[in-house]
């Protein structure tokens, strides 16, 4: 296999793979490598822009093609980020997406450029015959975004007791080793070109209640989740208040076309919650923070 990658993070230990550094844009410049390589198939794991697409296809030859996106291309994200019901749910490929593109123009979050619209991405990869994996709220090892740190930081930092909202929240997770079979299956199958399919765990609990798996978890904490008022939470659990839209997806496509199955979601949050544990984030616990909770609280 051939990796193709920044090298600015990488696993440790790896699997035995051929390695190119590059930025996206400068693919065209190892045109020769690509071509001796001779893919059988490729993925592309973060094509976020138009261009990003356009980039990999002058590079790139017409070989099965496996394409991660997001479910952020649903309607129903513009609902629970405005506080509105704008689409029932479960979300199925045939759902309504977005109205408004680029939905993170002017946000200022890292990594994510102005012209991030996985519609784009979608659009110009189905067209060259693709399968599209919209994925849903992903943890697991290696999760750049620690989603379940909101607990685990403090378990860490011996608090006792943690403030919630309501914690209805539904929105599909899927651990990132289901993922990856997924993406196995789409190669191996080939029953999804063309298509865009979701992802997803195939029950979803709660918010809160998945908070409560995570502290089960957590190396036998006692953390007590405390519910409190929406408008006194800290910012950082705003999504555990009252939203009027679910995130809440359907992988039936997915299972009926690529018989993919992901594990039991119980067995993977425990194992996501030990390598956490075990692999703590830098940032540390602060006096704000604790006054943030104990107020709240």
Known sequence: ???????RRQ???????RHLRTDRQDLPRHRDVIRDF???????AYALTAQDVTTAQSVLPEVPTVVLS??????????????????PVPLTEESEVRRDRYPYRGSGLEGIPEDYEKLDVEARWI?????V????MVYGPHDRQRREDLVLRRIRAGRRRMPVGAG?????????????????SAVDIRAGDGLAINLGETSTVPMVEWFEHIVRGGAGAELELVRVPDDVLPAELALTGSPRQHILTSSALAQSLLSWAPADPAARVAESVKWHLDNPPDTPWTDDDTKADDEAV
Not at 1 to 7: E, F, I, T
Not at 11 to 17: F, H, I, K, S
Not at 76 to 82: D, E, I, N, Q, R
Not at 168 to 180: E, I, K, Q
Request: glycine residues 10%; contains cysteine; proline residues 6%.
């Open 1 to 7: 296999g051939l990796v193709v990658h920044r090298g």
């Open 11 to 17: 696993p440790e230990p790896w699997v035995a793979v």
């Open 38 to 44: 001779a893919p059988d198939a490729v993925v592309d």
């Open 70 to 87: 997001s479910q952020d291309v649903y309607q129903a994200f513009t609902g629970l980020s405005t506080g509105k019901c704008l689409s």
């Open 127 to 131: 067209d060259r015959g693709a399968t």
């Open 133 to 136: 994996l919209r994925l849903p």
């Open 168 to 184: 209805n929240l539904l929105w599909t997770r899927a651990h990132v080793d289901d993922v990856a079979t997924g993406v196995l």
